[in-house]
């Protein structure tokens, strides 16, 4: 495989997943999502615009800006390498460092406006603290910019050398970490030495792997597992074909699960049961509406605006009960009514109960928190349920209108 073709390989490659995140991003980014997530970066404005006038002293903000910059600047390695690779390109392993120098840089621009927003982000805090030393933040800015290329060029180089993955995750944190602090909070230029010592570790490193095999199972590895990471989060707005959900116990939430009895468990019951099971065990929509639930919070304490953190709620209500479309599809179309025939009826009814449970439980901790925030206000927190009944409403009607549909 000459460069040319390894170039060609790499493009076509880039091109079919480019073109696969296009079709799954007109379900993720509907009109829906896209007000939410106008909202949401009004809201934090807002709230950092108010948090800037009354900035609390005696907080070493260089070193936390330092530590979260440095873990943002853990780029993650992308190679779009496939299984088939390993059989297929290796007897041309030796010619794929032009494939790999291709994979750096898309690996890169893949999350550099990452990096490049929360310098953005950062620069009114130091710019407040300490608008004398403008230079310092800027060659910070630059260093945050080179870094997470050297990082992902060491990640290679250390897979090469067949060692430990989370070894050098911690070695890139820390030390970007100690360099970004010597320049932000120290302001010390001398911090760029660690810069200038990394790139010397890079190429001792490279030179000694000269002579050794090509990855493929590694590398092939982690690009799966990226890849099955972004369908996962692709499934919390619409079914992704040939998607392996994964089961964890979670033995804290069984009370909220107890098994039905004989009486209860029956085509009026079973479904109900079965919405709360799959989202209880289920790994994936738990975390990510748990992560929801917890911005949720976190943006109504910081903001601490009556009406501002009410409509922050109540928009995240709205949000979370929309993310749960997925489980009527896992349940109404998979192997239970195959097995135990039920009208379509009791499964939009279990489905509906399944939300109000949810609904319930999601508002209740908002409710708390917007109590303790507002006691005088606290006939506000209705707000929420009657937004989750709303949605809830809205979201069955709509289901017995597609069901109705599909029986034409």
């Not at 002293?57 to 780029?75: D, H, N, R």
């Not at 970004?180 to 570790?201: P, S």
């Not at 099971?277 to 917890?294: M, T």
Request: proline share 3%.
């Amino acid at each position: 495989m000459t460069d040319h073709r390894a170039i060609a390989l790499f493009n076509q490659r880039r091109q079919a997943i480019s073109k696969e995140k296009a079709y799954y991003n007109k379900f993720i980014f509907n009109g829906h999502f896209s007000i939410f997530l106008l909202i949401l970066l009004g809201a934090f404005m807002m709230g950092y615009n108010n948090w800037l006038k009354h900035i609390p002293e005696g907080i070493p903000y260089a070193l936390f800006a330092s530590m979260a910059v440095a873990a943002i600047s853990l780029f993650p390695l992308r190679t779009l390498l496939k299984e088939a690779d390993r059989l297929f390109l290796l007897p041309f392993e030796r010619h794929m460092s032009i494939y790999m120098r291709y994979s750096l840089i898309y690996s890169y621009l893949g999350r550099i406006l990452m990096q490049v927003a929360a310098l953005v982000i950062l620069f009114p805090l130091f710019n407040t603290l300490d608008h004398n030393n403008i230079v310092y933040y800027i060659v910070f800015a630059v260093t945050a910019l080179i870094f997470p290329y050297l990082g992902l060029y060491a990640k290679l180089e250390w897979i090469q050398a067949r060692l430990s993955g989370w070894s050098i995750l911690l070695i890139e944190w820390v030390c970007f970490t100690l360099t970004y602090e010597l320049i932000l909070g120290l302001h010390q230029l001398w911090g760029v030495l660690l810069l200038v010592v990394f790139m010397a570790g890079i190429l001792v490193l490279k030179r000694s792997n000269q002579k050794k095999l090509f990855a493929w199972e590694t590398l092939i590895a982690i690009e799966a597992q990226h890849h099955m990471n972004y369908y996962k989060f692709v499934n919390m707005f619409t079914d992704v074909k040939h998607l392996r959900s994964q089961a964890v116990r979670r033995r804290y939430l069984d009370f909220i699960l107890p098994r039905p009895s004989d009486k209860n468990y029956n085509a009026e019951h079973m479904y109900l049961f079965l919405f709360k099971r799959s989202f209880l065990r289920g790994k994936d929509a738990f975390n990510i509406i748990l992560r929801l639930v917890i911005i949720a919070l976190i943006l109504m304490i910081w903001l601490s605006q009556m009406w501002i953190s009410l409509i922050v709620g109540a928009l995240f209500m709205y949000i979370i009960l929309l993310q749960t479309a997925q489980f009527y599809t896992q349940q109404a179309y998979g192997l239970w009514p195959q097995v135990w025939p039920v009208p379509e009826e009791n499964v939009i009814k279990g489905y509906g109960h399944f939300l109000y449970h949810i609904m319930v439980a999601i508002g209740l901790i908002l409710s708390i928190t917007y109590v303790i925030l507002f006691p005088a206000q606290f006939y506000a927190a209705i707000v929420f349920f009657i937004v989750g009944w709303l949605t809830i409403r809205n979201i069955v009607k709509k289901l017995k209108y597609q069901e109705t549909l599909l029986r034409d």
